[in-house]
């Protein structure tokens, strides 16, 4: 089974008191600089910390140095028994069309902080419970793998591979993933991973992991997800278009439908929409797993 980490702020529910096997992915730009993982009532089964540079793209103000990240980083997981990842600051690439020269600037970037990052990383003394993350950059094969090769000559235990968040046709998504697993093979975390179809060929390809906000995301909407095939629906009070209205509760083994349905339909407040991520991380995750049980079967067969 594919590795998928719930990406987390500290408004959010704490998926892993509902669920075992529960990793988690906090991103710098969602939580406070004082929060900590202390304030977790259970630790995740994982736990990854990124940068936070992806919120650079709809705010350019934000300019932290790779060792303010990395101090942060060590304040939010100190303490921490679990396997624990953390990134390196990256320099993200918005969407569409981009100079040649620029993609390289900032790959250039993203390869600088690299080697910033490992020599604080092996100087801070982690336990072994902690592990790197580098994070490639690119939108071509050609810059793709170039910065991959340079992190990958950087010493990271893991690699991923990013700005991909804002990439919605699959094929695109696919070539960047290709092209980063050309150079540093399938032991690869893809950042921002939505779509089932995406998953679907990242798992046949044996990359080692994901992370997602979906669940979030579609409760924030006032909408839900079901399972067995996966289908989304909105509440009466949604504003998204082109999704079928939904006015009572299917038949749900996730832990707030167990409590009372009725939750999962309330609107107007942050709890709501938190009982609502509850369910639809359930959902999506009993997807991802149909998903693996297919890939697993057909790969057998082959």
């Excluded at 719930?6 to 075992?20: G, I, L, N, R, V």
């Excluded at 939580?31 to 940068?51: A, C, E, G, H, N």
């Excluded at 936070?52 to 921490?80: E, M, V, Y």
């Excluded at 950087?154 to 094929?171: E, R």
Aim: overall charge positive.
């Amino acid at each position: 089974m594919i590795d998928f980490f719930m990406c987390w702020s500290d408004s959010d529910p704490f998926y892993q008191t509902y669920f075992e096997n529960c990793s988690i992915l906090i991103s710098l730009a969602h939580v406070s600089q004082s929060w900590d993982i202390s304030r977790f009532p259970v630790q995740p089964t994982k736990l990854m910390v990124d940068s936070g540079a992806f919120a650079a793209l709809s705010n350019p103000r934000w300019t932290p140095t790779q060792s303010q990240i990395f101090n942060l980083q060590l304040n939010i997981s100190k303490g921490s028994a679990v396997p624990t990842i953390l990134c390196h600051l990256d320099t993200p690439l918005p969407p569409g069309n981009m100079d040649t020269m620029d993609v390289y600037r900032k790959i250039e970037s993203t390869v600088a902080n690299a080697y910033e990052f490992i020599q604080l990383f092996k100087s801070a003394g982690l336990p072994p419970n902690f592990k790197s993350m580098g994070v490639i950059q690119g939108n071509s094969y050609n810059t793709i793998t170039f910065c991959a090769n340079e992190l990958s000559r950087a010493g990271f235990d893991h690699l991923g591979i990013g700005s991909l968040a804002t990439i919605y046709k699959a094929d695109i998504i696919l070539e960047r993933v290709r092209a980063a697993a050309s150079v540093v093979g399938p032991d690869l975390h893809v950042f921002g991973i939505s779509g089932l179809d995406v998953t679907a060929e990242l798992m046949a390809m044996g990359i080692r992991s994901i992370d997602s906000s979906r669940p979030m995301k579609v409760a924030m909407y006032n909408c839900l997800l079901y399972s067995n095939p996966l289908r989304q629906y909105k509440l009466k009070d949604s504003k998204v278009k082109e999704k079928a209205t939904i006015d009572s509760p299917l038949p749900c083994d996730c832990p707030i439908c167990k409590k009372d349905p009725a939750l999962i339909f309330r609107a107007g407040k942050k709890r709501y929409h938190n009982m609502r991520a509850v369910h639809n991380y359930y959902h999506l995750r009993r997807e991802l797993e149909d998903i693996y049980r297919r890939c697993y079967v057909s790969s057998n067969l082959a």
